[in-house]
């Protein structure tokens, strides 16, 4: 039987690779996981299910092989000028199953590499053209094609809110599909960057050694002050003073370069990066 794969790796045999089914069924029980946190575990189940559908295709399988110098009955299907779009087909399946829940996975699948677009821009750009217009590859790999999409939200619509309700709940299931794919990936492509990941430190532990450090930071910045860093420690203050109100809606405007993100210092893995907003959060 023929073997499709999502994920190849180097100089390694085809018996190595991720398979399409693998992934497939892995990235879906992580975004199920991720998903059933706002009431949407089957939503995101099936965006998982589907989302690198597009990469049972002989011209996804061939530039695969192609990639990894493979020679094997997919070869000659070969297109070295495709751009290898395998995300819209998931989107087009999932909406002709439905216009309407299947419509708001649509987004989320059509995007799940390139970002949310649009329904439509113009004539050929946004989902609506992926889903309705635009040339695929005719994909071969076997796979349920008639699961059950959701017929209610699992949310109470406002009206007043409905609109905002409906893109939010778009980009919450984007964020558990993108998450789990990429999660996925890093497991079987960086099984040693995705093992990091299982830290275990408890969160107050974690508390002290981030503000040591940050502190030093600041320490420093206030021996040769300026008018940056002075206006840094005022946002720091202000997310700092917000972090203790009761939870709402916030703004926070600080242009690039006001002290957003911190530089690589000396921190556990998993703390690097963070946001000055996300220092607030720790206390």
């Known amino acids: ?6 994920h190849s790796l180097e100089n390694q045999p085809l018996d190595n690779w991720q398979s399409l089914e693998d992934h497939l069924q892995d990235t879906a029980k992580l975004s199920q996981s991720f998903a059933e946190q706002f009431n949407a575990g089957q939503w995101g189940k099936l965006a998982g299910r589907f989302h690198d559908l597009g990469k049972g295709s002989r011209e996804f399988q ?9 020679e094997d009955e997919f070869a000659a299907y070969y297109e070295p000028r495709w751009q ?18 299947g419509k708001l996975l649509a987004y989320c699948l059509a995007g799940h590499h390139s970002g949310l677009q649009n329904w439509s821009n113009d004539k050929k750009s946004g989902v609506r053209y992926r889903v309705e217009e635009k040339p695929l590859k005719e994909v071969l790999f076997p796979f349920a094609q008639h699961l059950q999409i959701p017929s209610q939200l699992p949310f109470s619509p406002n ?10 709940f778009i980009r919450m299931l984007f964020s558990c599909l993108v998450d789990a794919d990429r999660l996925d990936t890093e497991r079987f492509c960086s099984p040693d960057k995705a093992e990091k990941r299982e830290n275990g430190t408890p969160l107050q ?14 320490d420093k910045a206030k ?13 720091l203050t202000d997310c700092l003073a917000a972090a203790r109100l009761e939870p709402g809606l916030f703004t926070l405007t600080v242009p690039t370069g006001g002290g ?8 556990p893995w ?10 607030a959060l720790f206390t």
Request: charged share 20%; glycine share 2%; net charge positive.
């Open 62 to 70: 061939a530039y695969l092989r192609n990639a990894n110098d493979i």
């Open 260 to 267: 957003k993100r911190l530089p690589r210092w000396p921190l």
């Open 205 to 218: 532990d974690l508390h002290s050694v981030f503000w040591k450090n940050f502190n030093m930071l600041r």
């Open 159 to 168: 009206p007043a809110l409905f609109g905002f309700q409906l893109q939010f």
């Open 270 to 279: 998993n703390m690097r990066r963070h946001t000055v907003i996300s220092a």
């Open 84 to 101: 290898r779009d395998h995300a819209t087909f998931a989107a087009r399946h999932i909406y002709n199953l439905s216009n309407q829940a």
């Open 1 to 6: 039987m023929t073997e499709y794969y999502a």
């Open 223 to 235: 021996v040769n002050p300026s008018k940056v860093n002075t206006i840094r420690e005022k946002v």
